[in-house]
């Protein structure tokens, strides 16, 4: 597998979406290798998953560093080791700070429980309906030092029905966010996708709106409505 291809996680919890972007590659949906996954919690179910499936882990408790920075710094080396080409959080509960974040700019990426720039940070789901939002989803942007900020790429969307609440959002919404990140990887590794400033070029084309799920973008990761750019 080329360099171009690798891909580091970083999660804090379960994994689903870590399992969702292996079942593609094991699928052949998806032309990656998942060359390790690092997280910040030793009971971290994904740590679970990435030894069943012979995937390198690190785990890397922040109570075991003196401070912020001499964390983050080690992390840092411990991701450059894998020399990834895309750096992927995929429920990785930490806010990083900028001088990690520049040093990966434009090559890592999170989902994000919400159509953002709306509800920005936690809680999502009990947000969008106490604001009486209709519509919910989810976002894979790139990562930037202001929290949950970063250009959206691609979203998946879903109606908010009378009787949701958040729990029920949740649940309905984790199937969505297991098709949008394994497709948004599959878009950046097919295609020439930059961020440039603040603005997302895909192949040399300046993307307007974020891509969406099922109708720009389809769940192999190819453009499938061109007018969106």
């Known amino acids: 597998m080329s360099e171009s291809q690798r891909l580091v996680i970083l999660a804090s919890g379960r994994g689903s979406n870590f399992q969702a972007i292996q079942r593609a590659i094991d699928q052949q949906r998806l032309k990656a290798e998942i ?21 390198d882990s690190v785990c890397l ?36 700070g900028s001088e990690f974040v520049r040093h990966y700019g434009g ?21 969008v309906l106490e604001a ?18 970063g250009p959206v790429i691609a979203q998946a969307r879903m109606p908010v029905a009378d009787n949701d609440t958040p729990d029920t959002l949740a649940d309905r919404l984790l199937p969505l966010e297991h098709r949008l990140y394994p497709a948004t990887l599959a878009l950046l590794l097919g295609h020439r996708v930059e961020l440039r400033n603040e603005d997302i070029c895909i192949d040399d084309q300046t993307l307007a709106n974020p891509l969406q799920l099922g109708h720009d973008l389809d769940d192999d990761g190819r453009l499938v409505n061109h007018g969106a750019r």
Request: hydrophobic residues 45%; aromatic residues 6%; positive net charge.
């Open 35 to 55: 060359v390790a996954l690092l997280s910040d919690r030793a009971s971290a179910g994904a740590l679970e998953l990435a030894a069943a499936h012979d995937i």
């Open 61 to 96: 408790e922040p109570r075991h560093f003196s401070d912020r920075n001499e964390y983050e710094k080690t992390l840092m080396t411990a991701i450059d080791g894998f020399a990834p080409r895309w750096v992927v959080l995929a429920g990785f509960m930490r806010v990083l």
């Open 107 to 127: 090559r890592m990426i999170n989902i994000h429980p919400s159509l953002l720039p709306r509800h920005r940070g936690l809680h999502t789901h009990r947000r």
């Open 132 to 149: 009486g939002e209709r519509e919910h989803g989810a976002s894979v942007h790139f990562v930037t030092p202001a929290l949950d900020a």
